[in-house]
């Protein structure tokens, strides 16, 4: 079994230290209580129930997989339990409104609490997070009566929630579902047609399902432009609130996948089922980026954890195995961890892997200033630097996760290939990370030509400013003066770039297209870099010098001069970008026929 | 299922018009039958029964898997009557000693026929493939008496070989191996010991199986210095060379795997088993390395195979899916071959992969002239060169490779992490080329320690004349000048980091390891430019301007503008090298501890 304990430390380096979690949380004047105390007594809890509870229950429900039977979907063993122990440890309520029983909790620990989860059992954490995530989407959008009827059962984890969009035909291009919705006289609505992709649309931990979905009136307009969303529940409540008459949405069957198999992913055939309106009609894209948005930083987070399994199993058999003599030894063999081919691997993946959770924990504060900060300027300014940070969450974590993961199964070597050490089924796990709420690509696209392009570059300059000044107090600091150099030149090249796709994109769709992935890993590396440099600037202005603070600064030096080497290829990839994919030479190229 | 055909116009083109193998072998003297007419028959044949017979239970042999029951091995539906069309067509007897009925076949067409059949089916693929290298090895190093009673049986297919390296503490490192040989008054050998990962070790295909093991006398020096090799049959021949006695050798369980389900991975447990000595005592090492040379080009082939089928999928889905719109269009959707990213991805997989096949070809073309050549001092040189693109091959086809799987994952989207597509299981199968026979970063070591540096640069200087004799060649088709200056200029890059290494590394084997991985992609990108030039200015040189030649000259260009790129990161990399993982700040780094 993959090894694995949260990484509790480095959660309290960044929440406490580097970004000051309680303090920024005093000057919104809510969640008061959240003290340094509070929060490290959260995480120690979420660790404990996530390595007793779900850890155990990840290999089994890999190989268990769930069960398809006539339209009924079950779990592997040990998950409807594991789920009753997530309810009686009060982890549904987490991050939802106290009016409906929830209890407010600060993003940056939400996120990191997710990671725990997902690291666990990426399975298993899908199932509570659809319903978190669709809690939020109904506290933003649903009327007050929809909110009566659901927010409770959902905010205790009695009843959970799903996400309906994909159709077979529609998957990146939302425009073209074929989903019919027709108004009825009480003003509920029939909604009918298939959805697929539809993770936890099936299953037996609750008693209750709320799909949110998207569907079409008869008279909308085409396109993304004519999309509504509804909420169809599984089964109608009564007037109680128990649940009720069945409604006539149903589960087709579920996917055989490479990964997540724990995690039942169905197709669901909506027959004439009965479901009510959220939010305005036409405007049901905009009300699921509530919780689109919401899912894209918890996919990062699964990609975040389950590479922190990587790496810790990855060094704990490093440490173990040993092949091959160092320099001067006179054993018959060393550990590999020693080599320095290994040592490359494994510092990749600590490196990213920190880098990402700083991220997370920084664009997690923003989330609270945009959402609870008395002036307005402010959060309109934090929600514009998240709405950058949310597809680089999304898809440079994920990659960097995904590449994690590869790098685990290289150092155990043939071992890494075998189902029993745990290791190929992390590559299997995290690889719909990269895939999932919007593919890697559509994360670029969105980075460049929406959050960059269509703002005109005004996030792009406030959030220029917040990584000049993580470098300026690392330069400050005075010892990381190598490092700071090649953060400031990466950050002199990505501003470049910018500027002159600023100039040159928005003639050019094209030319956006063919260079937003190599954009995106270009800004996340020089994120990553700045974050590096602030971690080492505070592990120095503590004054303290153990062996944590030494493996910051030691993590920086390596991500400044291992990884932020990558700047160059996608610098030149960008710039010869409007020659490669977009080049004349290549427009005339049919790619069906070189095979014969 | 996953769209394949074989791409011939391609391998043509290669044995045809770029290397010219019928001219090779003409000087060669030998193999004068091998025309163009009948390198081509052979060719198109292979793709018909690959595309026949082996395509159609790849799919169904990953669901199925291998059974193991009390030590018998049962291979998935259909594997059986395969492998007897498989002997049928005569395929088993390629490329071994016309004495033993085998036929001679050029290297660089065998290489290409394996490729076809490992895109096929990879799992079928490895069962005669060890059989034939373990014929080379037989051919090479064994006695005559043993070559009597073996090589007959195992050229025609009936009987399949293996090759029983590793044990569970001993992989990258043999010199740690346990399994003891003791002699026999008959001057056979007793063989005792457990060695696992053994592909093909058991099955249901052949009468009968013959095990190449490592093992140890008992007063055989320490580490890999003391390791002999044997011959060890599952049944001992009786006079008549049919199977006779069962040897203690058996197989006490079968691996379960991420990918290459339907081959049978075992633990093979020797107990006093019967074996017979290949080539001297405690030259073991050396004797397996025949065999694991022709592995080694051979795994790289399942990459390019592997990555073809990929990208062929890719393309056909890219063609059929229609989302979003392209600038202008007037249609509900579009192809989705039409979005610049997706060009991109598939632009990347067909570049890599044609540059792969290409690398393959010119590798094949000097076996033999290394073997075949009448003057020593050209079979030398060749043997040097081929020498140093063996780990290349293995390593850098397989690492391309696996991006371009999963390249073409991403482009399914979702529809790539189902099962249903192939397009995961092509992740899964492939993922092993990267581990076995030498994980790449073993490769990586090989390449600059023992093919670059313990050679003082000799072959490395002959083999740089090759590449600026490629680079040369194409300056003087002048159409391609920018192309041309990329290559020229990562050439330059190349040279000048092995020189510095060749100045450097003997001194600091830290080094070398902390850069050897980096080395080898420079070495590879800069090698697959100088292959795309060639093929771009032979395109030119025809004086023709069918779509096959524009495309080779597109990928030409794609290659020199966006793979080159990676040449910036990797000299980065290896300059920073001695900075980064041997570094007095990583000294110290203990890797254990960052957790908690």
Redesign the interface.
């Known amino acids: 079994m993959a090894t694995y ?1 949260a ?4 959660m309290r380096f960044l929440l406490h230290e580097v970004f000051n979690t309680q303090e920024m949380l005093k000057k919104l004047d809510i969640m008061e209580d959240f003290n340094v105390e509070l929060m490290d007594a959260i995480l120690d809890e979420a660790a404990n129930f996530s390595q007793q509870v779900l850890l155990p229950i990840n290999q089994s429900g890999d190989e268990q997989g769930c069960t398809f039977n006539e339209g009924a979907v079950t779990t592997p063993d040990g998950f409807k339990e594991a789920y009753k122990k997530y309810l009686e440890g009060g982890w549904a309520v987490m991050g939802c409104d106290e009016k409906y029983g929830g209890q407010p909790l600060p993003k940056a620990l939400h996120l990191m609490i997710e990671e725990i989860f997902y690291a666990c059992n990426t399975s298993f954490g899908l199932y509570p997070n659809l319903t978190n995530t669709a809690i939020q989407l109904l506290e933003t959008h649903a009327s007050q009566e929809l909110k009566e009827s659901y927010l409770a059962k959902m905010v205790s984890g009695q009843w959970s929630g799903t996400m309906c969009l ?1 159709e077979s ?5 939302l ?2 579902i074929k989903t019919k919705a027709v108004e009825q006289p009480d003003n509920s609505y029939l909604i009918s047609g298939t959805k ?2 539809i993770s936890a649309g099936e299953h037996d931990l609750t008693e209750n399902i709320i799909h949110l979905v998207l569907a079409k009136l008869p008279d909308a307009p ?1 396109g993304s432009r004519g999309i509504s969303l509804f909420l169809v529940p599984k089964f109608l409540p009564n007037e109680d609130n128990t649940p009720g008459e069945r409604n006539t949405v149903t589960c087709g069957s579920i ?5 997540i198999k724990a995690s039942a992913t169905c197709v669901l055939n909506f027959d004439q089922a009965k479901g009510y309106l959220i939010g305005e009609i036409n405007a049901g894209l905009k009300c699921m980026f509530t919780m689109m948005n919401n899912e894209r930083l918890s996919v990062g987070m699964q990609g975040v954890g389950i590479a922190e399994v990587s790496l ?1 199993s990855a ?2 058999y ?2 173990d195995r ?3 003599r160092h ?1 001067g030894s006179k054993e ?2 060393d550990s590999i ?1 020693g ?6 691997m ?2 990749s993946m ?1 490196s990213m892997n ?1 880098g990402c959770r700083a991220l997370a924990a920084f664009a997690g504060n923003l989330h609270d200033v945009s959402v609870h900060h008395n002036d307005e300027a402010e959060r309109k300014k934090s929600e514009r630097m998240l709405a950058i940070l949310t597809p680089v969450c999304k898809a440079y974590f994920t990659d960097a996760s ?1 590449d994690s993961c ?1 790098n685990g ?2 150092i155990f ?2 071992h ?5 050490w745990g290791m ?1 089924q992390l ?2 796990d995290v ?2 990370t ?3 709420e919007g ?3 559509i994360q ?2 969105d980075l460049l030509s929406r959050k960059i392009l269509a703002d005109d570059g005004r996030g792009w300059e406030e959030y220029k400013s917040e990584l000049c000044a993580m470098i300026k107090e690392a330069e400050e600091v005075n010892v990381l003066g190598k490092d700071c150099t090649r953060v400031r030149q990466a950050m002199g090249n990505l501003s470049s770039v910018t500027d002159s796709l600023l100039e040159d994109g928005k003639r050019n ?6 260079v ?2 190599e954009y995106l890993n270009l800004f996340g590396t020089v994120t990553l870099g700045c974050l590096w440099l602030k971690m080492a600037a505070v592990s120095i202005n503590t004054g303290e010098d153990d ?2 603070y ?2 910051i ?3 920086c ?2 991500y400044c ?2 990884q932020m ?2 700047v ?2 996608s610098v ?2 960008i710039m ?1 970008g409007s ?5 004349p ?2 427009e ?9």
């Open positions: 304990q990484p509790l430390r480095f994909t035909h529609a998957g990146s291009d425009g073209l697929i992709f085409e996917e055989h996948k490479m990964g810790q060094t704990a490093a440490l040993k092949q091959g320099q018959a063999a961890i080599h320095a081919d290994i040592r490359r494994l510092l600590m920190g995904f590869n199964v290289q070597g043939g890494g290939y075998v189902k029993e190929e590559v299997r690889r719909i990269q895939l999932y593919t890697n690509g670029s696209m769709s094209g030319l956006v297209g063919a937003a992935t062996l944590f030494k493996q600064r030691s993590s030096a390596f001069r291992h080497a990558t160059f290829t030149n990839r010869a020659h490669t994919i977009v080049s030479e290549l005339e190229f049919e790619l069906t026929t070189l095979v014969n």
